[in-house]
């Protein structure tokens, strides 16, 4: 989840060019240059200082990331709106009894799940130790739930579950287009996906004023500071993603671009929205008949 928790005042720097290739490395070969990005947001980003060559395989420490996870979601708006989203959504379907929840990290979404669907089973899937060990703590008065310690290409089941629940890690898969097939096939036909996907660039200046403005105003500055260095690992992770993004090493992209790889993938979209303060798409889909 995005997040930017440095002191305000203190900005990041990023390494000198040597040589500038903006977008030269394009794993999945969605776009040749995201075309989210404005000349507004390259300067924001300082996009063009950036050494793209350097680095390709950085990816996110999600084990570092766990412990501070959850400090900065609890604080952040942003992310309970999402949350709610998710609770109305499932107060709108009939019940599922299978249910896949999809990189589900320190199991926020799990856990609303559980609560509403006591009956269902809940497959969660979530490759990285610390996340899954903390999601295991948090869910532990709930039996319904199975664990896999397993990133979702490496699953085989097939066909039976009822809905699918992603939300801001498939940016960081391997290859996003075939990880909607692999979505696709462990539902049912008519199964739904709930999908919320990180497809802007993660401008860390813009959270680290977002969520200190509102911290201040629940916390007082002194409050707003000590959570702030408390979730500091956040600020280096987030810092991470968005080199990852800029390496195209985690995808990025628009709502038609998202939209058109579900579709690809084999879904109908029901409802698509931008959520996340514009950082994020919502999908709800249905596997095609
Ligand atoms: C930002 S967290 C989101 C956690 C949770 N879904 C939420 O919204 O609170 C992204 C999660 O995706 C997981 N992840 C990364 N690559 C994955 C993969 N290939 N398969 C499944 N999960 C993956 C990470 O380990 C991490 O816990």
Redesign the pocket.
Same mark, same amino acid.
């Given at each position: /989840?995005p997040l930017q928790c440095q002191l305000p005042g203190v900005t990041y720097s990023l390494k000198k060019k040597s040589c500038i290739k903006p977008f030269s490395i394009q794993p999945w070969g969605l776009s040749t240059m995201p075309s989210h990005v404005s000349v507004e947001e390259r300067k924001a980003l300082d996009f063009d200082r950036f050494e793209l060559d350097e680095d390709k395989a950085v990816r996110v420490d999600?084990n570092a990331y766990a412990e501070a996870y959850d400090l900065l979601?609890e604080h952040n708006p942003a992310y309970q709106a999402l949350l709610h989203d998710f609770e109305g959504f499932l107060a709108t379907i009939r019940t599922p009894q299978l249910i896949y929840d999809? +990189? +589900? +990290?320190?199991g926020?979404?799990t856990k609303i799940a559980a609560r509403a669907c006591p009956g269902s089973e809940i497959r969660f %899937? $979530?490759?990285?130790a610390g /996340?899954i060990a903390l999601a295991r703590d948090k869910l532990a008065a709930h039996g319904n739930i199975n664990y896999d310690t397993l =990133?979702? $290409?490496d699953i085989d089941a097939l066909g039976a579950a009822d809905l699918v629940i992603c %939300?801001? =890690?498939l940016y =960081?898969?391997p290859a996003p287009e075939q990880r909607l097939a692999d979505m696709r096939r462990l539902l049912r036909p008519g199964g739904l996906l709930y999908l919320i996907n990180l497809g802007r660039y993660m401008n860390v200046a813009d959270w680290r004023n977002y969520l200190f403005s509102h911290l201040k105003k629940e916390h007082g500055l002194v409050g707003a500071l000590r959570i702030f260095w408390q979730g500091r690992e956040i600020a280096k992770q987030n810092k991470t993603i968005l080199k990852a993004q800029k390496n195209g090493v985690y995808w990025t992209h628009t709502e038609e671009e998202i939209a058109s790889a579900a579709s690809a993938a084999g879904f109908e979209i029901l409802r698509q929205e931008s959520v996340y303060r514009g950082y994020s798409h919502l999908l709800v889909c249905r596997v095609k008949p």
């Open positions: /989840m999600w979601s999809i +990189g +589900g +990290g320190t926020n979404y %899937v $979530e490759p990285d /996340m =990133a979702l $290409e %939300v801001h =890690a =960081a898969m």
